[in-house]
């Protein structure tokens, strides 16, 4: 029974180990980015829940927290906008040592000062749990009377019973896997959502010089003459810019922000797209079937569109891949630079840009973390365009 040759290709990848194993880190990256902050220990917008008192903390840092009810209605969002954008917490944060309840307050030692020494804080047992005074008050008996948006009695709670509540439900312990950066923000939820902004930039600026490299190389290749002679010297003076030097100009002409790094990147990778396409056009076109759709009458967008790019994808894959790599660096670049993604938006680039300093104290891992996913990212996708470029050469056994 024979194959198909997408069937050959695949199982010549699988056998490329490097390439199946980059494989494998791009599509759990993938996972990840899609699922954004309902896997992450914070899921607030951009990952960034700024506990000032936690700056800098080692990886593997464990604190307790007590999670005070903000002062405003719950926040109501569907399933999908929470997963793209994220969702603020309905509670502030309060760090501390250690704790105590008296009557119908608590009493926190805050967090890094001594117990004996310390000027303790105080919350009311009512503000940590519920959001006054819309949903609640306590009567002269020392009783807590909550009521909902209309204003009817639900429940009554003594103050002992709500002093065990804000112990069971408000006082947590937290562990930062990877440690907290200069603003008390979690490292591994910043890192982890950095993959959705490294692989969103990859993926559009691919299918912008995909668009732009695809049209201009097929219309250089197949007609040639006038429009070749034309589409080459563009492409020479594009190639003699020098690439970051081109997207940061594209990118100061578009203004700073998320989606212009995308414009900006994919604009200025057009080039080997449309190389590669031409080249690739130049040698089909005077192929056999490409003279049978000219004698039955195709058109010539019809021949270039349904039968010749359809053959020379391989390539162009080839290329993607790599392409794909070269707009996450480049994207680091202007994000560290300042021209690209803008904080607190969690790019790698701009995490390397508030921590670089810090390369030379004792706190190297909050630039360490970002280079090293930047470096794997990219070191994943090069093993898989170069793993695709031997899986589609037919030569190969």
Not at 28 to 46: E, V
Request: hydrophobic share 45%; charged share 20%.
């Amino acid at each position: 029974m024979n194959k198909s040759p997408s069937y050959y290709a695949w199982q010549r990848l699988k056998k490329n180990k490097p390439a199946f194993w980059g494989l494998i880190y791009v599509c759990l990256c993938t996972l990840i980015a899609l699922a954004g902050p309902l896997i992450l220990p914070d899921h607030s917008p951009d990952s960034n829940q700024q506990i000032l008192e936690l700056e800098t903390r080692k990886p593997g840092f464990k604190v307790q927290l007590l999670k005070v009810r903000k002062n405003s209605p719950p926040i109501d969002q569907s399933f999908f906008k929470t997963i793209f954008s994220g969702k603020e917490s309905d509670y502030t944060f309060r760090p501390f040592n250690s704790y105590e309840i008296k009557g119908d307050s608590i009493f926190l030692v805050p967090f890094g000062e001594e117990k004996v020494k310390a000027e303790k804080e105080a919350y009311s047992l009512e503000d940590v749990a519920y959001a006054l005074p819309a949903q609640g008050k306590i009567t002269q008996k020392n009783e807590l009377i909550c009521f909902d948006d209309i204003s009817e009695v639900h429940h009554e709670i003594s103050t002992a019973d709500l002093a065990k509540q804000v112990v069971k439900d408000n006082i947590i312990s937290r562990t930062y896997w990877l440690g907290t950066d200069r603003y008390g923000r979690d490292m591994l939820s910043r890192l982890l959502l950095g993959t959705r902004i490294s692989l969103s930039v990859g993926l559009i600026s691919v299918l912008i010089s995909l668009i732009v490299g695809i049209f201009l190389g097929a219309l250089a290749g197949f007609f040639r003459g006038w429009p070749d002679t034309i589409i080459q010297w563009f492409i020479n003076v594009v190639w003699s810019v020098p690439t970051l030097l081109l997207v940061m100009a594209v990118s100061l002409m578009l203004g700073r922000g998320f989606w212009q790094v995308f414009v900006a990147v994919g604009l200025t990778m057009w080039v080997e797209v449309a190389r590669v396409v031409r080249g690739q056009i130049l040698s089909a076109r005077e192929l056999e079937y490409v003279q049978a759709g000219r004698a039955l009458g195709f058109k010539n967008f019809r021949l270039i569109f349904r039968h010749i790019l359809p053959n020379i994808l391989g390539p162009v894959m080839v290329i993607s891949a790599s392409n794909f790599a070269s707009a996450i660096v480049l994207e680091s670049g202007l994000s560290f630079l300042g021209v690209g993604v803008q904080p607190p938006s969690p790019s790698w680039g701009v995490m390397l840009n508030d921590h670089f300093g810090y390369i030379v104290m004792d706190a190297a891992y909050l630039a360490i973390l970002p280079g090293l996913a930047i470096m794997f990212m990219v070191l994943a996708f090069n093993m898989l365009g170069n793993g695709l470029r031997d899986a589609l050469d037919v030569r190969m056994k």
